[in-house]
């Protein structure tokens, strides 16, 4: 059972990314996944869920109308497009499901 996340980097306050989280060794299609973060000093925390089939999402109220998540079943990977970052959206993001965690990806917002 594997999560492997990719797409981090560093951007501009302003910019976009694309966060991807391939999964591995457990049926994907089944879970709900989740993209949470973790900044410096503080706890890791939720950004944004994703029912089993796609059809439901939440997300942080930090986030809400910047980022957007979603699915491929087929691909067995999960996405996060990270619009209109801010520098405190500077983390490192983890994609978490079927009680298992990716390795994490930074992301830097500055200028």
């Known amino acids: 059972v594997q999560l492997v996340e990719s797409g981090g980097g560093l951007v501009q306050p302003g910019g976009s990314l694309k966060l991807s989280c391939v999964a591995s060794g457990f049926t994907f299609s089944t879970y709900v996944m989740t993209w949470y973060r973790q900044r410096s000093g503080k706890e890791r925390e939720p950004v944004a869920a994703i029912s089993s089939l796609g059809s439901s999402t939440n997300y942080a109220d930090d986030v809400k109308g910047r980022f957007t998540i979603s699915r491929d079943n087929v691909k067995s990977t999960v996405y996060l497009q990270m619009n209109s970052l801010k520098p405190e959206d500077t983390a490192v993001y983890y994609c978490?499901?079927?009680?298992?965690w990716g390795q994490g990806t930074l992301v830097t917002v500055s200028s």
């Open positions: 978490g499901g079927n009680g298992v």
